[in-house]
């Protein structure tokens, strides 16, 4: 009989966001994740996780409770706070982060198969499997901090066109992933890609409610120089 996983188990604590994920590699060497989130446990946010050439990896927010909530469940180097503004329309995708800019243009949404089945106990067992296999990524997992996730993707974009400049700099062409980015227990579709997401998070120890629940009464939202999400 196969053991319950902590998404079968009663209690913990679970939130739930729901947004997009951009994921784009250039031959420079910068690889990029993108959340356009516009439901977290903080409200609409963005975030920009960014591995660079050498494999330091940064992390982008436009406020402190964002970068907070996010390392509590990935690992970075660094994580630096600049005016992020995240635009999603359509089928693209246009973030600017301080001195960064990236701008991804994905084709044709393909709705991810099975999503039906994800009620029920067969779900987790059909889907995982099908993600690896179409897109090189695992959907059920445990974060760096011990935080139980399951991907549930909708929506699947390959991004046909993209070009990041850092402080103007071009940063070159797109390219396939290669080696790991090192955020998480997963990694990002093998070609850039745009999804559509909605990621559950459950902590059974507990540390992950106390923080939200210190964020939500800390965090006074957006500041006048952050926007978010736009769509």
């Not at 600017?96 to 243009?105: F, K, P």
């Not at 179409?134 to 991907?151: A, C, K, N």
């Not at 090192?182 to 507990?206: H, K, M, N, Q, Y």
Request: glycine share 14%; proline share 7%; with cysteine.
């Amino acid at each position: 009989m196969r053991a319950a996983s902590a998404f079968d188990v009663v209690g913990g604590f679970r939130c739930e966001l729901a947004g997009y994920i951009a994921s784009a590699a250039f031959t420079s060497g910068h690889r990029f994740v993108v959340g356009i989130w516009h439901e977290s446990p903080l409200g609409p946010m963005a975030d920009v996780m960014w591995s660079r050439p050498g494999g330091r990896r940064v992390l982008l927010v436009g406020r402190p409770a964002v970068g907070e909530l996010i390392t509590a469940v990935y690992r970075f180097d660094g994580v630096e706070r600049v005016p992020i503004d995240a635009r999603l329309d359509g089928g693209s995708v246009r973030v600017s982060a301080g001195d960064l800019v990236l701008e991804l243009r994905g084709g044709r949404e393909l709705p991810i198969p099975l999503t039906g089945l994800r009620g029920r106990a067969m779900g987790r067992r059909v889907e995982a499997p099908v993600a690896r296999w179409l897109l090189g990524v695992r959907t059920f997992g445990t974060s760096p901090t011990g935080v139980h996730e399951w991907y549930r993707s909708d929506g699947y974009r390959r991004v046909v066109e993209g070009r990041a400049t850092l402080a103007g700099e071009d940063l070159g062409s797109l390219c396939r992933f290669r080696g790991p980015t090192g955020f998480g227990f997963s990694e990002p579709p093998r070609r850039p890609a745009i999804v559509r997401v909605r990621p559950l998070l459950v902590d059974t120890a507990g540390d992950l409610e106390r923080l939200v629940v210190a964020l939500r009464e800390s965090d006074g939202g957006s500041p006048p120089d952050e926007e978010p999400v736009r769509s």
